[in-house]
């Protein structure tokens, strides 16, 4: 496993769509560091960190460790202002000489090789960046060794920093001093306290680094030292360094992976889809205003209807054809379809010219319902604003509609007024048709008797044929304005229909940058977590030690 997957989310969690996210740039991406590090932990040496306030005697402990002075150990305070490094010669860590103030000693002493110390400035000193430096080096630190004495083992800085680093690194505490505590009470007071913070299983070495340093170990006043190196020598084999680091980066990953999901809106990974549905129904809900003032203003239902009405009316073929054309004529209608269309053509864009001078604002309420969207699904609406800005829509609404409500309305008028069928013209004509047929056969009948046709009675037949003529126009005229009417509608649904899909479009590829934008992230962030999860698996096996 290696750490390369892991660099990726500091740089994504600071260009983040989420706000949430965002807020906790900072959190997530020291996390990630720490997961990083923790990764790398088998191909470093296993650090071991002193950490503890003013005086409790760090320097001292690292230089009775090493078997000599390497650390400045003094009454001055504070005394330690950078990290001293006791690194063995066999081993390598480059993070270590990034440490400000480092002073590296190498060396070759025997059960220390793939075990760094690094002794730490002090937690409480009076000096601020020393806090940033040695927090620095907590975050990824493998084991600390909390120092404390009988005038600071209830110290709040020290205890602070131990309960928010207590995940992802061992502890062990350290009571030094050992030969000058007046009350050995606070020894076990220091214990409970431990406990309390939730340390009850990090080992306690109750010594005297000084004695130890200036004496050697053998000297009772050291108390527990020589356990202490035991612990560091032998203690951490390799297999037992092998553990705390499963242990530390599945706790780390565990953290890592907790701090993005509470950081993520609840529904984050369905944000993309739940984007694009709520920019299509905002669309068409600011469409749905166009849509009204269209059919108030613009497409009149009844001027529709009459135009289809007339020319599906003057269609029909045969004998009924000719006499409805004749009344349509007499009634005003009778102009070619393509003039009646022309005409409702002129007038929808005369309409128009006076509606366009008017200001419309619906694209710009899109845009805000865009930024209004963004900011119920978690996302950032600056970063929303950003992308939309960047994919400007080629037309507004206004202008799209001026530039294809005429041609659409023609078109599908057109099409609905298509000529009546043959199954329609069979029905008008029959009635003529058999009035007709019937003279026909009377005069033929004639004829073949050697009588003469009456020829006298073919101008009142005739009369009769108008009259059935004009007694059924009426019933059809009434059922094509009805059809009309139904068209008419169809018409304008279709139109504004189409319209919509259109207006839909303009702002398509806005909807689909900020649609993938959010989507890529999605994809990124599972991808990470899936990491992390499978990272912390090793927490159900070591969630017990610390």
């Not at 505490?173 to 939730?198: E, P, Q």
């Not at 242990?247 to 950081?263: D, F, M, Y």
């Not at 058999?434 to 009377?442: D, K, M, N, S």
Request: glycine share 8%; charged share 20%; proline share 5%.
């Amino acid at each position: 496993m290696t750490s390369g997957a892991i660099t990726g989310l500091p740089a994504l969690v600071e260009n983040t769509v989420f706000v949430g996210l965002a807020l906790a740039s900072k959190r997530v991406c020291t996390l990630a560091e720490q997961v990083r590090h923790g990764i790398d932990a088998p191909v470093r040496p296993f650090r071991i960190l002193l950490a503890g306030g003013t005086g409790v005697g760090k320097s001292t402990l690292l230089n009775a460790l090493a078997g000599r002075a390497i650390a400045p150990a003094g009454q001055r305070r504070p005394t330690t202002t950078g990290f001293t490094v006791y690194l063995h010669e066999r081993d390598t860590d480059p993070w270590l000489h990034s440490l400000p103030g480092v002073s590296v000693v190498v060396h070759s002493q025997g059960g220390l090789e793939g075990k760094t110390l690094i002794d730490s400035p002090d937690a409480d000193s009076a000096v601020t960046e020393h806090r940033a430096m040695l927090e620095e080096a907590l975050a990824v630190a493998d084991l600390v060794f909390v120092v404390v004495t009988e005038e600071k083992y209830l110290s709040s800085v020290v205890l602070g920093l131990m309960a928010a680093y207590r995940e992802g690194r061992e502890f062990a505490l350290v009571f030094n001093k050992a030969d000058r505590i007046t009350d050995r009470g606070v020894v076990d007071d220091f214990r409970r306290t431990a406990a309390s913070a939730g340390f009850e299983d990090a080992p306690l070495f109750t010594v005297s680094a000084q004695a130890a340093f200036q004496r050697g170990s053998s000297d009772p006043a050291t108390g527990q030292f020589e356990e202490l190196r035991a612990f560091i020598a032998d203690g951490l084999d390799r297999a037992r360094l092998a553990e705390i680091a499963t242990s530390n980066l599945a706790e780390r990953a565990s953290a890592a992976g907790v701090a993005i999901r509470s950081a993520l809106p609840p529904a984050w990974e369905g944000a993309a889809d739940a984007w694009q549905q709520r920019c299509l129904l905002s669309i068409a809900a600011r469409f749905a205003d166009t849509a009204t003032t269209l059919r108030r203003r613009l497409l009149r239902e009844d001027e529709l209807a009459a135009v289809i009405t007339a020319t599906r009316g003057c269609g029909f073929g045969g004998v009924f054809g000719w006499f409805s054309a004749l009344a349509y004529a007499l009634r005003g209608f009778f102009p070619p379809s393509a003039r009646t269309l022309d005409a409702v053509d002129l007038s929808i864009r005369r309409r128009m010219e006076d509606i366009s001078r008017g200001q419309d604002h619906s694209d710009e309420l899109v845009r805000e319902d865009f930024s209004a969207a963004a900011a119920e699904l978690g996302v950032d609406p600056g970063a929303v604003r950003d992308l939309v800005t960047a994919h400007p829509a080629p037309a507004t609404t206004a202008k799209l509609v001026a530039a294809r409500l005429p041609g659409l309305v023609r078109r599908e008028a057109e099409r609905l007024s298509a000529p009546p069928g043959r199954v329609w013209n069979l029905v008008v004509n029959v009635p003529v048709w058999v009035w007709l047929g019937y003279w026909v056969f009377r005069t033929v009948t004639k004829v073949l008797e050697g009588l003469p046709p009456e020829w006298e009675a073919f101008p009142g037949a005739a009369i009769v044929g108008v009259i059935v003529l004009g007694l059924q126009w009426p019933v059809v005229h009434r059922i094509v304005m009805y059809s009309g009417r139904r068209r008419a509608k169809s018409v304008i649904s279709s139109v504004l229909a189409q319209l919509e899909s259109e207006a839909t479009g303009l702002h398509a590829a806005a909807v689909d940058a900020v649609e993938g934008r959010i989507r890529q992230e999605i994809d990124v962030l599972r991808g990470e977590l899936s990491l992390l999860d499978e990272l912390s698996i090793g927490r159900a096996c070591h969630g017990g030690e610390g």
